[in-house]
């Protein structure tokens, strides 16, 4: 009886510095209409439009932003593009692209991906998660860069967590 209360007490320790370890961000910052729980270990930074983040390691890179239209989903796209190619380097391979289904806080959402080479890095991952919220009447638009060769299931295992935790705020 004492080891299984003692197992309970270390689980419940467990949990209590996990949950103490992120905190709660606010989608878009001016007006949230999402909240995301981001580990403090990331050190999220607010962008005009929403929140990125960097694991400790420099394996994993993710932004969240809020669009109200298509039409403003497809320039947050363009403008990662941008962003992975100009200002990172990055080649992407077009090619590579798949398309499939990932659900994101519990709504069915789109992952596009990509095939990417860094001179940096070597090779990654780069994509798009597009999150309906209808709720919310918005779009959120998950950008994220993946350092292939260093992800292993920590990294994974918080990126499960990340996208769990996204939420609408009514």
């Not at 209409?33 to 999220?44: F, G």
């Amino acid at each position: 009886m004492k080891k299984i209360v003692n197992l309970v007490v270390v689980v419940f320790l467990a949990l209590l510095a996990i949950s103490a370890s992120a905190r709660t961000i606010k989608i878009p910052e001016n007006r949230p209409v999402i909240a995301v729980d981001i580990p403090d270990a990331w050190e999220p930074e607010g962008t005009d439009r929403g929140v990125g983040a960097e694991d400790p390691d420099e394996v994993v890179t993710v932004f969240f932003e809020v669009a109200a239209s298509e039409k403003q989903m497809n320039r947050l796209i363009d403008e990662g593009f941008e962003w992975l190619t100009q200002e990172h380097g990055l080649k992407i391979n077009g090619d590579s692209k798949s398309e499939s289904e990932i659900a994101i806080g519990g709504v069915k959402s789109t992952l596009l991906n990509f095939d990417a080479m860094s001179k940096e890095f070597g090779a990654a991952k780069v994509g798009f998660i597009l999150a309906p919220i209808e709720e919310v009447k918005r779009l959120l638009v998950i950008t994220y860069w993946i350092t292939a060769k260093e992800f292993t299931d920590k990294h994974d295992a918080a990126l499960s967590r990340i996208f769990a935790s996204v939420r609408p705020l009514r």
